[in-house]
C-alpha cells in the first residue's frame, strides 16, 4: 500500500509561485508512473502533469505547459510540481496519484490505484 502525502499549497497573489510535493511513505516511487491532478471548485478532476521516474518522461497539460514542472528527488521518494506564473484558474485543490500500470493513460485519473488528500492552492489579488 502507498500512501501518499501533499504539502505545499497556500495562497500566492497571480504571477507568483508555489512548490508542491508528494511525498510516498515506505516506497520508491520508481517503478510508478506519478501524476498531479486538480480540482476547482464546482468542477471535475483535471489532470495536470505526469512523470514516469525510471525513464524521465514528463507530460503536461496545455492550460500548464510552460509554467509548471514536474520532478522527482534523488530517491525517487518525493514529487514535485513547481507552479510559476500562477493565474486564478490554477485555483484548486491539488492531488498527486500514482500507479504501476497506468501505462499510456496516464491522463486518465480514474486509473490510479493511489491517491493523496490533497492540498489547496489560491491564487487571488
Known amino acids: 500500500q502507498v500512501q501518499l502525502v501533499e504539502s505545499g499549497g497556500g495562497f500566492v497573489q497571480p504571477g507568483g509561485s508555489l512548490r508542491l510535493s508528494c511525498a510516498a511513505s515506505?516506497?520508491?516511487?520508481?517503478?510508478?508512473?506519478m501524476s498531479w491532478a486538480r480540482q476547482a471548485p464546482g468542477k471535475g478532476l483535471e489532470w495536470v502533469s505526469t512523470i514516469y521516474a525510471y525513464t524521465g518522461n514528463t507530460y503536461y497539460a496545455d492550460s500548464v505547459k510552460g509554467r509548471f514542472t514536474i520532478s522527482t528527488d534523488n530517491d525517487k521518494t518525493t514529487v514535485y510540481l513547481q507552479m510559476n506564473n500562477l493565474k486564478p484558474e490554477d485555483t484548486a485543490v491539488y492531488y498527486c496519484a500514482a500507479d504501476r500500470y497506468i501505462g499510456s493513460s496516464y491522463n486518465k485519473l480514474d486509473g490510479y490505484e493511489y491517491r493523496g488528500q490533497g492540498t489547496q492552492v489560491t491564487v487571488s489579488s
Open positions: 515506505k516506497y520508491t516511487l520508481d517503478h510508478y508512473a
